[in-house]
């Protein structure tokens, strides 16, 4: 609609239309009032329905033994024994003597220096370029005359894993480049536990059943597992192929290509592939001549394009080396199979939780300390330590105690574990044993220096012949804390809750419409909407209702046989309601009276709070006010939700729904009222712009013809 503003008339319509809608805004102004109180009502509820989740949080943990059962330990030699008490733990002396032994875990010293006379090994460089600096490299002869095979082989160390959806058909997969004859080198973990892996020809050997902590890998891929595989595991394999692909894209910078590995033994084929329009084309190369420690990389011209660098693994191109041309559509990509050095080993260990075998696959281009790192993070549950200075290592079992007692408790296998780092025949340098002591005149023994008896944890320090008494007695002092924090969470909820049924309601303070904000700096605004906000729920029901009732929980006695009716109510043990009537209620304990009950009788005042019963008269008062804030809850979730409750599911969302429907419906209104003025005032100016020019019309004729 084309609207004329005054140009006529020489009115103000703007002003005028503008005016008008003034006065047939303000029952939407009223409407959206409304809806602001509702959302700060709403706000208001939640905030209320916090604290008291927030307090039924506390009152679950009242409900604990936990919190009334607080037991300390004392020992009559802490250098000698100490001891920490659970709350499961009863009131009690034990005797501790005759500590023959403390546990201690298996430490064993490999067979002296792995370094070569006048040489030294780098932790953090690759293995195999340092081979020649090992005590024992390659074949060797060692002390009994025994020919030691070279612990370096050669194949593609390689990884996959595997999630099992199938319990009974476990799958490795495509198995036409794995090594069979190395499967017992692999490395297999499920959910990080490692099997020891054999080979059908191996178990049939063998002539028995799969152990526990053995996987039999069938020619076919076929994974089965000497101990159940549950659906969800993960299945992290490194196994053995006979060779490694790896696919490089190469574009016009490209100067050079690193290999996953390094350590190489045999390139078996390189090809650069070249595609253009969808057509790929293959172009051989081979490897030439060795210079400066880099074997040359020739074309089928015989042409250098690059050389390559065994230990690295790193191919450098030269200018010779044919790349795309950028933005061409060329794509080119280098495709190379090797294989590499690799070694392998493996650890036993016996373990409170049965025998483990943790298999390792070491790639040559691996540092000693990647070796320490991957033995010390596995299930073996071992510690592998090297010293730089003697060229010495050991390894100690994580766990102390005897848990082989008719063998060793670790057994290292491999040629490189046992020869190039001489564990083979290692020293024993601590034994693994438990620890053995009497307790209460009891001859005992544990694995471990600290272990639990009945809710009790004893440390043994040291080897000792006299007796160590331990008494466990109730922690007063810990108990009247917890009951004090409750009663302060109590008070501090009350006392918010207090404030807002109690808050002054100021009628003349309704929320502020859009123009009354632009008249107001925001200083005014904050203080009149604090006005505007206070009292929304003054004197509600609920929550008065959630306060006289938790009163009365408190108050009532509990009747049950566990509470001696000598401290059968809050007042009994030193708990009561303060003097001030402004306070609503608020609880003040007399410590002394509190902690004398306390001591005086623990069972009674645990049941005061959290005994059951039958009858409302039985329950302990913590299961009485849960009751009564939960109800309450409930109320308010229904008066105004949460956070996840849509508007339909509660009293205030629903009006609020229904507040923006009349809103909607009154804005629609509005627009059709403000176009209805401007069409009139539209015809006006039209009407008047008619008349002026009639009036012109005629002033022009009597002026013509004078």
Request: negative net charge; glycine residues 8%.
């Amino acid at each position: 609609m084309v609207r004329i503003g005054g140009l006529a008339s020489g009115m103000d319509i703007d002003s005028l239309v503008s005016d008008l809608m003034k006065a047939e805004r303000m029952p939407l102004d009223k409407l959206k009032q409304k809806k602001q109180v509702l959302e700060w009502q709403r706000d208001d509820y939640r905030a209320m329905n916090a604290l008291l989740l927030d307090f039924r949080s506390e009152l679950t943990q009242m409900k604990l033994t936990t919190r009334y059962r607080a037991r300390q330990a004392t020992s009559s030699s802490e250098a000698m024994v100490t001891a920490t008490a659970s709350g499961a733990a009863s009131q009690a002396s034990y005797s501790i003597s005759n500590v023959t032994k403390l546990a201690s875990a298996e430490t064993r010293v490999n067979g002296g220096s792995i370094y070569a006379d006048g040489k030294t090994v780098d932790p953090s460089k690759s293995l195999y370029a340092q081979e020649n600096n090992f005590m024992y490299k390659g074949n060797h002869v060692d002390s009994a005359g025994t020919t030691i095979a070279s612990a370096w082989k050669n194949g593609a160390v390689l990884n996959k894993s595997i999630d099992v959806t199938d319990p009974s058909a476990i799958k490795f997969g495509d198995m036409a480049k794995v090594d069979l004859n190395e499967v017992g080198s692999w490395s297999v973990k499920v959910n990080g536990v490692g099997f020891n892996a054999m080979s059908e020809a191996e178990l049939t050997a063998a002539n028995r059943p799969l152990k526990e902590n053995e996987v039999l890998v069938k020619s076919d891929g076929t994974l089965q597992f000497g101990k159940e595989v549950t659906k969800g595991s993960v299945i992290k394999i490194d196994y053995v192929a006979t060779e490694r692909t790896g696919t490089h894209s190469i574009t016009s910078s490209t100067s050079s290509i690193q290999l996953a590995q390094g350590a190489l033994n045999e390139v078996k084929s390189i090809k650069l592939k070249e595609t253009t329009s969808g057509t790929t084309t293959e172009k051989n190369f081979t490897m030439g001549n060795l210079v400066d420690g880099e074997r040359e990389i020739v074309d089928d011209t015989n042409k250098v394009v690059g050389t390559l660098n065994y230990e690295t693994g790193k191919i450098t191109f030269n200018a010779d080396m044919k790349k795309p041309v950028e933005g061409s559509g060329t794509t080119m990509s280098l495709e190379i199979a090797y294989d590499h050095k690799y070694t392998s080993f493996s650890v036993d260990t016996s373990t409170s939780k049965g025998d483990r075998h943790d298999s390792f696959l070491i790639s040559g281009s691996e540092s000693l300390n990647n070796v320490i790192n991957k033995v010390n993070a596995s299930s073996a549950g071992v510690s592998m330590f090297f010293d730089s200075v003697t060229g010495q290592m050991t390894m100690t079992r994580a766990e102390t105690g005897d848990f082989n007692p008719d063998g060793d408790e670790i057994a290292t296998n491999g040629s490189f574990l046992n020869d190039v780092l001489r564990y083979r025949g290692a020293t024993v340098k601590e034994v693994a044993q438990n620890a053995t002591f009497e307790i209460n005149g009891l001859a005992t023994n544990r694995s471990s220096n600290t272990f639990e008896i009945n809710g009790v944890t004893f440390t043994l320090k040291q080897e000792f012949t006299d007796s160590v008494s331990v008494n466990i007695s109730n922690d007063s002092g810990k108990v009247f804390d917890n009951i004090k924090a409750f009663v302060d969470k109590y008070n501090e909820m009350i006392d918010k809750i207090q404030k807002k049924v109690g808050e002054e309601r100021y009628k003349g303070y309704a929320p502020l419409t859009g123009e009354q904000r632009e008249q107001l700096s925001d200083k005014q605004q904050e203080q009149w909407e604090e006005q505007a906000k206070s009292g929304l729920l003054r004197r509600d029901s609920t929550l008065q209702s959630v306060l006289s009732g938790m009163r009365i929980n408190f108050y009532q006695p509990v009747t049950n046989d566990q509470v001696s009716s000598l401290y059968n109510q809050l007042a009994s043990i030193g708990i009561k309601t303060s003097s001030n009537y402004l306070e609503g209620g608020k609880l003040e304990i007399d410590e002394a009276a509190l902690k004398k009950a306390i001591e005086a009788d623990p069972v009674s005042v645990e049941n005061l709070f959290r005994g059951d019963g039958q009858t409302e008269g039985q329950r302990g008062i913590a299961h009485r006010l849960y009751d009564t804030v939960n109800s309450a809850m409930d109320k308010l979730k229904t008066k105004a939700g949460n956070s996840f409750s849509t508007s339909q599911q509660f009293t205030i969302g629903r009006e609020l729904t229904d507040v923006d429907r009349r809103i909607d419906r009154f804005e629609g209104k509005l627009s059709q009222i403000e176009d209805r003025y401007w069409r009139q005032f539209t015809a006006m100016e039209k009407a008047i712009q008619r008349s002026n020019e009639q009036s012109m019309f005629l002033m022009n004729q009597f002026g013509g013809g004078m």
